[in-house]
């Protein structure tokens, strides 16, 4: 098992069957951000860090539309089932000691948006002989490079001052994100034949 | 590969060498992974050392924590590391970064070390040191990893190491890139945000120490060495001839010979730190010699001490 695509297409491409099932998992993950962005969306905007939420929800659709035809889709039947767990794990879960629900909510997003933007490096997947001019190829680069974008607004706001009184909480919430997102990316990988460089420890 | 444990995270260590034998322990510099030292244990090992090195906690194969990292943690982890080495002399040195904390660690468990070689490193963050390390850190943030190795690589290493790699610095860069984290790097550098200057307790370091500054260093340049060189009693200065705040990277065979050849003379008794400054050779095992009687160590034209 190698820890990157391929073997890969004559003209420099990764499989399509490998396509279609990491751009399947990035879909949904930065699908899911982008609904959640677009659903804490209000109607006017209040404060100034309110920017950067319309900032996230567009730049979260773009990846989304940027997959959607950058891919070479063929049919994967076993996508049904995988899509459904990863979308279950989106969903919010409780943070110990977090009675506002509010809050949680907004900790919740920035944790998920955290695990996926840090954890998921879709490029590093790349073998170096890769076409770099393959929309494909260009597509994942230019993903985990807006990712290590789109983070700071999750660092900041979790390394943030409103945080303190609760930064137990949330740097368990938080790692405990980080393992089940790189839980279900390491699956996803591991089902077309990739090993996941960080879970070669024993 | 192994691990040790710091707390739920896992740390990925290698030791090297004869069991029982003195032992370096080498800290990495910040975009660093501990393959890099694989020339330093080569050598040290063919002269008869231990060699422990590893992955900082954020760094390489070792865990990154999601949002903190604490400099205390580095100490803690290098602890447990030494705590693996047995009861024999131990060197312990570092660069850059690296070279900080195993300055830390000299001053909170000197005790449990035979010498000390901080690389291209510092004890409290000049004015330059401090903004160049912000635009750094604004410079991962902006542009990623990779866009952090093309500001380091031109500022840490000679032409001389980079023109023949100029069509291949991807490759250069690639190993760097992939085993580092954008967010974690952040981290690392983050936990800099409430650093503490560490010149009032270098005075404390009671150990034999051998300060490397590379001759061109341009991030951490020698006015920050002299630092230590005046608080830490039984140190010297040893410059080494056209090198820049990599020259780990660049001159390994050089600065292997020298990092044996400090410990086979404070085993044997024979080094007096005398807070000397000398230049070492330009090729590996040649003398060291004292930088010119009466000039200024600190000038980069030769001006005499004492003149204006």
């Known amino acids: 098992m190698s820890t990157f695509f391929g073997p890969l297409e004559a003209d420099g491409r990764v499989p399509p069957r490998q396509q279609t099932r990491v751009a399947a998992f990035l879909v949904s993950a930065h699908g899911a951000l982008a609904r959640q962005f677009g659903l804490a969306l209000p109607a006017r905007f209040e404060a100034a860090w309110q920017t950067e939420l319309n900032a996230q929800f567009y730049r979260e659709s773009e990846i989304v539309s940027l997959l959607m035809r950058a891919t070479i889709w063929i049919p994967d039947f076993a996508l049904g089932p995988m899509a459904a767990s990863w979308e279950m794990a989106w969903l919010p879960t409780p943070i110990d000691g977090m009675t506002d629900h509010a809050h949680a909510q907004t900790i919740h997003l920035a944790t998920l948006a955290h695990a996926v933007h840090a954890g998921i490096r879709p490029a590093a997947l790349m073998p170096t002989e890769a076409n770099a001019n393959d929309p494909f190829v260009m597509a994942l680069r230019r993903i985990e490079f807006e990712s290590s974008r789109l983070l700071q607004a999750q660092i900041l706001y979790l390394k943030g001052p409103d945080l303190v009184p609760f930064r137990d909480a949330v740097s368990t919430a938080l790692e405990r994100r980080h393992a089940e997102v790189r839980r279900l990316w390491t699956e996803t990988l591991e089902s077309i034949g990739i090993s996941f460089a960080s879970d070669t420890k024993p | 590969m192994p691990f040790l444990s710091h707390g739920s995270y896992r740390i990925r260590y290698e030791l090297d060498g004869p069991a029982g034998a003195p032992a370096y322990v080498l800290v990495n510099g910040l975009t660093q992974y501990s393959e890099l030292w694989g020339a330093y244990r080569d050598a040290l090992i063919a002269r008869g050392f231990r060699v422990a090195t590893f992955d900082l906690l954020g760094q390489g194969i070792s865990d990154k924590p ?39 660690y000299a001053i909170e468990h000197g005790e449990r070390l035979s010498g000390l070689v901080p690389m291209s490193c510092f004890a409290e963050l000049s004015p330059q040191l401090l903004l160049i390390g912000n635009a750094l850190r604004t410079g991962l943030i902006l542009g990623g990893t990779s866009y952090l190795q093309d500001l380091l690589l031109p500022m840490n290493l000679s032409d001389e190491w980079l023109k023949p790699l100029l069509d291949k610095l991807d490759s250069v860069k690639r190993q760097g890139w992939l085993v580092n984290d954008v967010y974690a790097l952040q981290n690392l550098m983050e936990s800099f945000l409430d650093f503490k200057p560490l010149t009032p307790q270098l005075s404390s370091i009671a150990l034999p120490t051998m300060i490397l500054n590379g001759e061109f260093d341009f991030l951490t340049p020698r006015a920050l060495h002299e630092t230590l060189r005046v608080e830490i009693p039984n140190s010297a200065l040893v410059i080494i001839p056209k090198a820049y705040h990599a020259f780990t990277l660049e001159k390994a065979a050089l600065t292997a010979n020298l990092l044996a050849r400090f410990a086979e003379d404070v085993m044997a008794g024979h080094w007096q730190g005398n807070k000397q400054v000398l230049i070492a050779s330009e090729d590996p095992g040649g003398a060291l010699v004292p930088f010119p009687e009466g000039y200024d160590h600190l000038r980069a034209i030769p001006v005499q001490r004492g003149a204006t």
Not at chain 2, 90 to 102: K, M, P, T, Y
């Open chain 2, 66 to 104: 999601a949002l903190f990292i604490n400099q205390d943690d580095h100490i803690a982890v290098l602890h447990r590391l030494i705590g693996e080495l047995g009861t024999g002399p131990i060197f312990l040195s570092g660069i850059s970064f690296g070279g900080l904390i195993a300055l830390r």
